[in-house]
């Protein structure tokens, strides 16, 4: 079953415009990350956010994490075309299992 | 190297046939993780190896899948007798530290069961 679950499963959004994309979970974990997957590609580690950390950041790209509410945003801003892909979130859980993912959020950009 | 190589990218195999997926992790990472993407959504884990052990093999389906990462030589996945529902991308992953750090994933084989 999936740990993590993406909110929305798709967003259309104009270029230059931000993108926010959250991931709620379900067991307390020891650090969630996020990841981008282009179409018919691998998928690609964005940030990694640990469970003591509330807010990282990465150029263009925002995290935060609320362990209380067991969420968390990925914010892309000023976005592009070339940020046209899926986005996951995933989990390791306190025991250090592995990485469990959501089912992501379909971003497309236009330009 | 630096990236994560998966042989074949692409493999068809008729139901019932072997099929077998290799990776190549980065050298130096010693976690190699497997994972099923059905339907360019849902990622089911697999299997991982520390090395050439098995770390965590909870994901597995006993009966038809098996998977090594043996010394010297690309980690592979084999799946026994495959059936239509086996069709998927196959993504590896390697890692320096486990699950404490982020996945470098590579490219995927796409399995299609006819």
């Known amino acids: 079953s999936q740990q993590g679950e993406e909110d929305p499963q798709a967003l259309s959004i104009q270029e230059g415009e931000n993108a926010t994309m959250n991931c709620s979970y379900k067991?307390?974990?020891?650090?969630l990350q996020w990841y981008r997957q282009n179409s018919g590609r691998g998928l690609v580690h964005l940030i990694l956010?640990?469970?003591?950390?509330r807010e990282k950041h990465s150029g263009r790209l925002r995290v935060t994490l609320d362990t209380s509410k067991k969420s968390s945003s990925l914010l892309i801003t000023a976005s592009r075309a070339a940020d046209t892909a899926s986005y996951f979130c995933?989990?390791?859980?306190?025991?250090?299992?592995?990485?469990?993912f959501g089912g992501g959020t379909r971003l497309m950009v236009k330009p | 190297g630096e990236e994560v190589a998966q042989t074949p990218k692409h493999l068809v195999r008729g139901e019932g046939q072997k099929a077998k997926l290799y990776c190549a992790p980065i050298?130096?990472?010693?976690?190699v993780f497997w994972y099923q993407q059905v339907l360019k959504n849902e990622f089911k884990f697999l299997i991982s190896?520390?090395?050439?052990?098995?770390?965590?093999e909870t994901g597995m389906p006993k009966e038809r899948f098996s998977a090594k990462c043996l010394p010297n030589s690309p980690c592979s996945l084999e799946i026994q007798a495959t059936k239509l529902e086996d069709s998927a991308v196959y993504f590896c992953?390697?890692?320096?530290?486990?699950?404490?750090?982020?996945?470098?994933f590579g490219s995927g084989t796409r399995l299609t069961v006819v």
């Open positions: 050298k130096g990472h010693s976690y």
């Open positions: 067991t307390s974990i020891n650090n």
């Open positions: 956010i640990r469970s003591n950390e």
């Open positions: 190896f520390q090395n050439e052990n098995v770390f965590d």
């Open positions: 992953a390697s890692s320096q530290s486990g699950n404490l750090w982020g996945y470098t």
């Open positions: 995933a989990t390791v859980d306190n025991a250090g299992n592995m990485l469990t």
